[in-house]
């Protein structure tokens, strides 16, 4: 494999919008393929899953639980702000405030599913 090719899967590293592109990424998806490849997009692919996941598990399935726990709705709601933000932004694709955000919320919705088992 060339290099060229190596970066396709892996991309070419941190910032590389502004390398590739001379400008910032317009979102977190390009970011994703300029600074980790298919590596990145698969991995905000997977962001987005589980909080879309969350969003509906939440919302129509185990109704009950969320409007009890204010934790949980504010949690939610975040989490989807942050991943819609991301279509226009590059938001938590870069180590920024939104991102610790994304994670604390992820880690409350995990302890909150792990304490109902």
């Known amino acids: ?9 892996i991309g070419s ?15 977190a998806l390009i970011y994703s ?7 990145g997009i698969f991995f ?7 909080v879309i996941k969350k969003f509906f598990f939440y919302y129509f399935i185990n109704k009950k639980n969320i409007k009890e726990n204010w934790l949980i709705y504010c949690s939610i709601f ?17 180590f920024s405030l939104d991102l610790l955000i994304l994670i604390t919320c992820i880690g409350i919705l995990e302890n909150e599913k792990n304490s109902t088992n």
Do not use: C, K, M
């Open 44 to 50: 905000i692919f997977g962001v987005y899953h589980y």
């Open 13 to 27: 590293g941190p910032q590389a919008d502004r390398f590739l592109i001379n400008q910032s990424a317009s979102n």
């Open 33 to 39: 393929i300029a600074s980790a490849g298919l590596f």
């Open 1 to 9: 494999l060339s290099h060229q090719d190596l970066n396709h899967f």
């Open 78 to 94: 975040t989490l989807f702000f942050i991943i819609t933000r991301s279509l226009v932004e590059t938001t938590f694709a870069v």
